[in-house]
Structure formats: C-alpha cells, structure tokens
C-alpha cells in the first residue's frame, strides 16, 4: 500500500510524531502523475514527519526526491526530470490563524525571507499526497526540454532569410496575388 493513499489522522498523535517514508503503488503513481500534468511518476523517495506543533497545530517537515517524466516542450518527446525537495509545512485551526493574522492596515511589508504562515488544518487529517502534489508542480520545469531540441527556424515564413527579419505585412502580399515573400 502507498504511504500517500491515505490522508494521517492527527487526532491522537504521538509527542514525538511519526515519521512517514514515502513509497507509491502504480494506482498512486498514475494519480499522482494526473494531479501535477506530467507523463508519469517514476518513483518516489524520502520521509516526512508530522509532529505537533504549538497547542493545537502540527508540523510536517522531511525531504523527498521524485523522478518524473514530462513532455518536451519543443518536440513532445518524453524528458525525464529528478526533483529533490525540502519540505516545511504548518498547520493550525483556522480560529488561531486568524488570531495570528496583523490587524488590518493600509501598507503591508512583505519579507521574501519570512517563513510561510501556516495553513488552516480543516478537519482531523493531514493529506501528504497534497503536499507532495503541490511541491512537485512547484518544482518541475515549465518548459521541460530534451537535450538538443531547439527553436531554430520556428516562426519565419518559408523562403525568408535568416539574417533578415521577416516582414510583417508580407503575408497580404501572397493573399493579394503577390509572390511569396
């Protein structure tokens, strides 16, 4: 069974937490692979723990590696991509979220350096397959690339010279009767 395919029930968490190692089973892995838009989840790697944290939150924090498989952008071939992640996430009841909150002001500063504030804990569950999901789109390439795949000559009209740049009415000049440009 995948350490993912179930959600980790925090109502009666130990002091010193559980560690989770994570592992997919192929129905995980094909889910998975949905959820983030790529071709596929190769493997998944690496351990969180969830502990508590403060009066009523709790904390997940570990780190995994995950080797999936995306499309090309270029050619749509399939280019394989290893991500490596650190993760640190949160949770407190949304009542003391929003006990944390700053009383409203007109300016705000924002520290890019600041933790992130924790997330609202609704319910008695903590889903790591969201976790690893969000993670995962966070880290992956945006345009994945397969080695030696480029744009050369993508977007100039057939017959126009390299070193000049297309014209940019010279495509009514063919609809006109003209020549190609």
Same mark, same amino acid.
């Given at each position: 069974m995948?350490? +993912?395919?179930?959600?980790i029930?925090?109502?009666?968490?130990?002091k010193e937490?559980? @560690?989770?190692? +994570?592992?997919?089973?192929?129905?995980? @892995?094909?889910?998975? @692979?949905?959820?983030?838009?790529?071709?596929?989840v190769?493997? +998944?790697?690496? /351990?969180?723990?969830?502990?508590?944290? *403060?009066?009523?939150?709790?904390?997940?924090?570990g780190?995994?590696?995950?080797?999936? /498989?995306?499309?090309?952008?270029?050619?749509?071939?399939?280019?394989?991509?290893?991500?490596?992640?650190e993760?640190?996430?949160?949770?407190? %009841? %949304?009542?003391?979220?929003? @006990?944390?909150a700053p009383?409203?002001?007109e300016?705000?500063?924002?520290?890019?350096?600041? %933790?992130?504030?924790?997330?609202p804990?609704?319910?008695?569950?903590?889903?790591?397959?969201?976790?690893?999901?969000?993670?995962?789109?966070?880290a992956?390439?945006?345009? %994945? *690339?397969?080695?030696?795949?480029?744009?050369?000559?993508?977007? /100039?009209?057939?017959?126009?010279?390299?070193?000049e740049?297309?014209?940019?009415?010279?495509?009514?000049?063919?609809?006109?009767?003209?020549?190609?440009p």
């Amino acid at each position: 069974m995948s350490s +993912l395919a179930k959600p980790i029930n925090v109502t009666r968490m130990p002091k010193e937490g559980i @560690a989770v190692d +994570l592992a997919l089973n192929d129905a995980v @892995a094909a889910e998975l @692979a949905r959820a983030v838009d790529v071709l596929s989840v190769d493997s +998944l790697s690496g /351990t969180l723990t969830v502990r508590p944290w *403060r009066a009523h939150g709790f904390s997940v924090r570990g780190a995994f590696e995950a080797k999936i /498989t995306q499309s090309c952008s270029v050619t749509l071939e399939p280019v394989a991509e290893v991500l490596k992640e650190e993760v640190e996430r949160y949770f407190l %009841p %949304p009542e003391e979220i929003d @006990a944390l909150a700053p009383p409203s002001l007109e300016e705000v500063e924002v520290f890019l350096d600041a %933790p992130e504030p924790p997330e609202p804990l609704e319910g008695p569950e903590i889903s790591l397959f969201e976790i690893i999901r969000e993670q995962i789109i966070l880290a992956k390439s945006p345009f %994945p *690339r397969k080695e030696g795949a480029n744009l050369e000559g993508a977007g /100039t009209p057939d017959g126009a010279p390299e070193d000049e740049p297309p014209h940019p009415f010279a495509g009514l000049k063919v609809l006109k009767g003209g020549k190609k440009p």
